[in-house]
């Protein structure tokens, strides 16, 4: 029998990838229609803040602080270190946010 340059293992990696199912890249995207979601309702400086700043919440090893708010130029902001609920960090990070913008 004739050598045509290819052996049984390439013939059925071929066959595989023929009638393999498509892939995820393959597939159409499907995509939502964006609504405002609750966050962005209650607190709309933070959504916008973030299309060109940052905000960390958490301890940093830096600073006491559960929460800061920063830009390209370096903090702008940073909350206390006790608060009655996470709303309120986010409430008065909010707040603090329209100030500066207002400032600025």
Not at 67 to 72: A, G, K, Q
Not at 76 to 85: L, P, Y
Request: one cysteine or more.
């Amino acid at each position: 029998m004739a050598d045509h340059g290819f052996c049984k293992h390439a013939v059925t990696l071929g066959l595989h990838i023929i009638h393999a199912p498509p892939s995820a890249q393959d597939k159409p995207i499907q995509t939502r229609k964006t609504e405002p979601d609750d966050f962005g309702k209650k607190y709309p400086n933070i959504t916008g803040w973030i299309k060109d700043g940052w905000i960390e919440i958490g301890r940093d090893g830096h600073s006491t602080s559960l929460i800061r708010v920063l830009d390209e130029g370096g903090l702008i902001w940073e909350g206390g270190t006790r608060h009655r609920s996470f709303d309120a960090i986010l409430q008065e990070a909010d707040e603090a946010i329209a100030n500066w913008i207002d400032a600025n």
